[in-house]
C-alpha cells in the first residue's frame, strides 16, 4: 500500500539552502552534477545500532517536489540587506520548472545500519541535490531515530507485544504521526493514534482513561457502564483508586461480560509497584477463571524499566510506551549529516571532495559511495565495508577501521550484500515501496541476524564497520593533499 501524500512543502528547507541555489544559477553552474549522501556519526541510545526509517515518506517527498505559486511569491518577497529582492526573477523562474531527475539509492527500511554507512546516495544536477538537504534530513533522522528506540523497546519485551502511546506528549501532530509510522517499523504491534491508523493501516488501541472513572460515582458503576457500551473492547484501568480492588471490581464485571457471551481483554496497571500488583493480579485473574485475560502495563515506560521489571518477575502480556519511546528520550535527535563527495562538469569525470576537520570523526568520505555487508550463508552479519564504487573492491576484502586504523581482513568467496539499493533513475521511481508490514518485518529479520552483542542494552560490543581499503587510502590521499594547499594570503 502506497502510503498517502503527506503535507509537504518545497519551502520545507533552510533559507541557505535557496540562497546557495541561487548562487549556483547566477555562477552558471546548474547543469554541473554533484553526489551527496546521508550519513550519521553515532548511534542513539548509548547503543550499537540505528534503524534506518523514513524512505516512504522521503520518496513521497521528492516525488511531489516543486514550488507553487504560492511559494515562488513568497520567495520574491524576501530582500536583502540593501532592501532589493533577495533571488533575481529568472532564477525563480527556474524554481517554477524544477523536478526531480536526479539518480537515487537508498537502504530499505528496516535495515539495520551503523556511524559513517550512507542512508541515501543521490547523483544529479547540484542545484536540486542542494535542495533536498534539509527535507531529507528532518525525515529520515527523526523516523531512524523513533524506529531505533522502538526496536530497543521490543528487544526488552522479549515476546511481549509493544503499544505506542505517545501522541499526547509528541513534537506535534506531524511528530507523533511520523512516531507511530517508525514504531511500527521498529516492533511495536500497534499505536493508540487513530490518524496513524487509517493512514497507515497500524493495528490500533486503546479503551478508557482515568476521567471515564472518576466521573461516575463508584469504579464498580464505571466498569460496569462501559461494559455495556463495549463489550467488546473492555481492558478495564484498574488503578484510579486501589489497584487491586479495581482488579476485583474488574473481575466482577468480566463474569457479567462472559454471561452475555463476551470476554474481558485484560486490566490496564498505570501507576505504583506494577511488578508486585501484575503478579498479584495475574494470580487473581486466573483464579477467577479468566487464564486468558491480559495484563497490559503502562506509565513512564522505556527499555530499562521493561528489562528491569522483567527481571523482577512482572507477569505483564502488553507494554504501552509513550513519552519516551514518541519523542525518542533521552536523545533529541540523530545526528545524520548531509555531505558532498563528488562534483562532475557536464561530459566529465566526477571530481571527488571533501570536507577536513580537526575532529577526525568530522573528516567526510568522497567519491560515490555504497555499502557491502558480509554475512555467513545463513544471513547472520560479519562486518561491513564502505567502499566507492567506481574503485575496485578488494580482495580479499580489507575493511579498515576509522578510530582505530585497525584492518580486518574478509575472505574471498565470503557472501555478501550491496545495501544501498536504486530508488530513482532520471527522477523516475524505480523502486517498488514495500508495504509497511514487509519492512516491520525485515526490522525482525535484520535483528535476527545481527550479532547478539550490538543488542545488548549494557555494554553492547561494537559491530565491524570500517573504510574498503581503497576508499581509505584515497581519502588518506586527498587529505595529504587538501593539508599542502597554500594558505590564502590574508
Not at 561530459?347 to 571533501?354: L, V
Request: proline share 5%.
Amino acid at each position: 500500500m502506497r502510503p498517502p501524500q503527506q503535507n509537504f512543502s518545497a519551502l520545507t528547507t533552510d533559507l541557505y539552502e535557496v540562497t546557495m541555489a541561487c548562487g549556483y544559477w547566477k555562477a552558471g553552474v546548474r547543469d554541473y552534477e554533484a553526489a551527496f549522501h546521508v550519513t550519521f556519526r553515532e548511534n542513539p541510545f548509548g547503543g550499537e545500532f540505528t534503524l534506518a526509517c523514513g524512505l516512504a515518506a522521503a520518496i513521497e517527498f521528492l516525488r511531489g517536489f516543486h514550488f507553487d505559486e504560492t511559494e515562488i511569491d513568497y520567495l520574491a518577497s524576501q530582500h536583502g540587506n540593501d532592501g532589493k529582492p533577495l533571488f533575481d526573477p529568472g532564477f525563480l523562474g527556474y524554481l517554477r520548472s524544477l523536478r526531480l531527475t536526479c539518480d537515487i539509492d537508498a537502504v530499505p527500511e528496516g535495515t539495520l545500519v551503523f556511524p559513517n554507512e550512507p542512508l541515501i546516495r543521490l547523483c544529479g544536477p547540484v542545484i536540486e541535490c542542494q535542495l533536498f538537504e534539509t527535507a531529507l534530513l528532518t525525515i529520515l533522522n527523526f523516523q531512524s531515530l523513533i524506529a531505533t528506540k522502538a526496536a530497543r523497546v521490543c528487544l526488552a519485551a522479549e515476546n511481549d507485544a509493544v503499544i505506542e502511546f505517545g501522541l499526547r506528549r509528541a513534537q506535534g501532530m506531524d511528530g507523533g504521526l511520523s512516531a507511530a509510522r517508525a514504531a511500527y517499523i521498529g516492533g511495536c504491534a500497534g499505536t493508540s493514534n487513530l490518524q496513524a491508523g487509517q493512514r497507515f493501516g497500524i493495528p490500533v488501541s486503546g479503551t478508557q482513561a482515568h476521567s471515564w472513572i472518576m466521573f461516575f460515582e463508584t469504579e464498580n458503576e464505571a466498569f460496569e457502564t462501559y461494559a455495556k457500551a463495549m463489550p467488546n473492547n473492555c481492558v478495564f484501568l484498574v488503578d484510579t483508586y486501589n489497584s487491586l480492588d479495581g482488579v476485583r471490581h474488574a473481575i466482577n464485571v468480566a463474569r457479567q461480560l462472559r454471561k452475555n457471551g463476551h470476554e474481558i481483554i485484560g486490566v490496564r496497571l498505570d501507576s505504583g509497584d506494577c511488578v508486585a500488583l501484575s503478579i498479584e493480579a495475574r494470580r487473581m485473574l486466573d483464579e477467577a477463571g479468566f487464564p486468558k485475560a491480559k495484563i497490559v502495563c503502562s506509565g513512564d515506560l522505556d527499555e530499562f524499566a521493561i528489562t528491569e521489571m522483567k527481571k523482577r518477575g512482572a507477569k505483564i502480556d502488553i507494554w504501552g510506551v509513550g513519552t519516551k519511546l514518541t519523542t525518542g528520550q533521552p536523545d533529541s535527535a540523530l545526528g545524520g549529516i548531509y555531505k558532498l563527495a563528488a562534483v562532475r562538469k557536464p561530459g566529465e569525470k566526477w571530481r571527488y571532495r571533501i570536507k577536513l576537520s580537526d575532529d577526525p570523526a568530522k573528516t567526510s568520505f568522497p567519491g560515490l559511495l555504497q555499502m557491502r555487508r558480509f554475512h555467513q550463508p545463513d544471513g547472520r552479519f560479519i562486518a561491513d565495508a564502505i567502499y566507492e564504487i567506481d574503485q575496485a573492491v578488494s580482495e580479499p576484502c580489507v575493511i579498515v577501521d576509522l578510530q582505530t586504523k585497525a584492518a580486518t581482513e574478509i575472505p574471498v568467496g565470503t557472501d555478501y550484500s550491496d545495501l544501498l539499493v536504486p530508488v530513482f533513475r532520471k527522477g523516475d521511481l524505480v523502486y517498488q515501496v514495500p508495504e509497511l508490514r514487509e519492512s516491520r518485518k525485515c526490522t525482525r529479520q535484520q535483528l535476527s541476524n545481527a550479532p547478539s552483542e550490538i543488542l545488548k542494552l549494557h555494554r553492547p560490543r561494537p559491530y565491524i564497520v570500517g573504510l574498503e581499503k581503497s576508499l581509505h587510502e584515497l581519502r588518506s590521499t586527498l587529505i595529504a593533499r587538501a593539508k599542502e594547499r597554500p594558505a590564502q594570503p590574508k
